[in-house]
């Protein structure tokens, strides 16, 4: 059964940092192209970064762009996600999705809060 | 990277079909056979219901069917159940990104 687990949310201040980790299981995780894709509080989602199964190519939405990292750890079947200098726009559940025939699978998202 | 239009808020009868527009660009929809769906409850996780354009993925009922004509994509939802009622999201590849739609209520009347 594929499986996606995420954590490291929680309540932070504006400027602070985070880690998001996402761990897959019931799959081969290298093979897959993945994603995090986000939504704030009653609006709705938005894709957040991707990443490719080398894990070398990635691509950010201009919103986190230059403060979001994307990367992965195939050995470990993880999926992280850098979070710098976090806005208060920037609270939302965060999903990890994997890419396959569309955003197939999906975990049940951790949530981020930034508020000072 | 605007995010793709859909109407708001959709409605329809039981047994009725509806369908649900979700318009982009030349570099989005229109570039790529990519577009997706997603049903989502209040509070639950998003479900993909349709994937390049017109892919339905295995344990969907076949009352939910997608098309694409340019730039603008379509979920049809035939023989309307009131479990249908949920927000629905579409998605297109665009370049080295994805882009949502803003999302479509649909309500059941």
């Known amino acids: 059964e594929v499986q996606l687990v995420e954590s490291g949310g929680g309540l932070v201040q504006p400027g602070e940092s985070l880690r998001l980790s996402c761990v897959a299981s019931?799959?081969?995780?290298?093979?897959?192209?993945m994603h995090w894709v986000r939504q704030a509080p009653g609006k709705g989602l938005m894709w957040v970064s991707l990443i490719e199964i080398d894990g070398r190519t990635t691509s950010h939405a201009d919103s986190v762009r230059g403060r979001f990292t994307i990367s992965r750890d195939n050995a470990k079947n993880t999926l992280y996600l850098q979070m710098n200098s976090l806005r208060v726009d920037d609270t939302a559940v965060y999903y990890c999705t994997r890419d396959a025939a569309g955003l197939s699978y999906w975990g049940l998202g951790t949530l981020v809060t930034v508020s000072s | 990277q605007s995010a793709l239009t859909q109407p708001r808020s959709v409605s329809g009868s039981p047994g009725q079909s509806v369908t649900i527009s979700c318009t982009g660009t030349s570099s989005d929809v229109g570039a790529y056979n990519y577009v997706s769906w997603y049903q989502q409850y209040p509070g639950k996780v998003p479900k993909i219901v349709i994937y390049d354009v017109t892919q339905r993925p295995s344990g969907v009922p076949d009352r939910f069917s997608g098309s694409k004509s340019g730039n603008t994509g379509f979920l049809t939802i035939s023989g309307l159940q009131s479990e249908d009622e949920a927000d629905y999201y579409c998605?297109?590849?665009?370049?080295?990104?994805?882009?949502f739609g803003g999302g479509t209520q649909l309500t059941v009347l």
């Open positions: 998605c297109s590849y665009a370049g080295t990104s994805l882009i």
């Open positions: 019931g799959f081969t995780f290298s093979h897959y192209r």
